[in-house]
C-alpha cells in the first residue's frame, strides 16, 4: 500500500516538477501504481512468503513486517538504504525527499536512465514495488526544516539520516534528537573517495545515535562520491537498522 502523506501548511511540492523526460515507449516509466500492480500479478504474496520464509526465521520476519522506519533524503545514501530494507521485508517504510532524479544522480544512486526529471519520491516507488509489492510506502515530497521534523518523523522508532550536505545532516541529526525523544537516529557521515572499505565504520554517540562512514572524508578537495563506498555506508546504515528492530522488546 502506498500512501502520499502532504504536511499540514505550506508544504505543496513545487506544481512544474517535471515528471520524467520524453521516452520511446518501451522506455516509459509507469505509474507506480500500475507497476504494483503488475508486479503482484507475477508474484503473490504467498509465493513471496514462501520464499521469505526459507530464509528468515519467523521472529525475525515478524519484526520486520510490525517495523516502521523512515528515511530522510533518497539520494546515494537513502535509495539504496530503502531497497535494503524492502529487501528485508520491512513492514512500513516513510520515504521523504523534495528533489528530482538528475543525471548527476546516476553514479552511486539507485535510479536508472528512464527515471532522470522525475520526483525521487515517486522513482523509488517504481522501484520498490519491483522489490516488494506488498509492503507498505508512504511518501513525502517536501524539503525537511526544524520546522517540519517533528510532524513528519515524530511517530517513527528508527529515523534514517540520508542527506548529501553536511550542515543539513547537522541540523537534522540535532532537530530529532531534540524533538523526537522516542526516535534514534541513524545517520551516515563519511563516505566519499575510493578508501579502505573497512574505514566504514558504525559507533554509537549516547543512547540514541549511530552514525555509519569514515567520519574523515569529504566530496572536496577533487575526492568524489563512488558507488561501492556510499552503498557500504548506506549497508552499514540498513544493518543498524535491522539490529535496533529485533533488540526491540527482546
Known sequence: MEQERKLSKDADPEKDVQEGKSLPDQLQIEDPEEVKKQMQQILSKEELDRAF???????????????????????????????MLARSGIGHLLLVDFDTVDVTNLNRQMYLVPHVGMPKTRAILQILYQVNPYLDYETVQAKVTPENVKELFGGYPIVCEAFDKPDQKAMLVRELLGQCPESTVVSGNGMAGVGDSNGIRTAKFGNRLYVCGDRTTDVGGGVGLTAPRVALCAAHEANKVLQLILQEDS
Do not use: T, W
Open 53 to 83: 520464509d526459507a530464509r528468515f526465521p519467523k521472529e525475525m520476519q515478524q519484526k520486520f513486517r510490525g517495523a516502521r522506519v523512515a528515511i530522510a533524503g533518497l539520494g546515494g545514501l537513502g535509495s539504496n538504504i530503502a531497497v
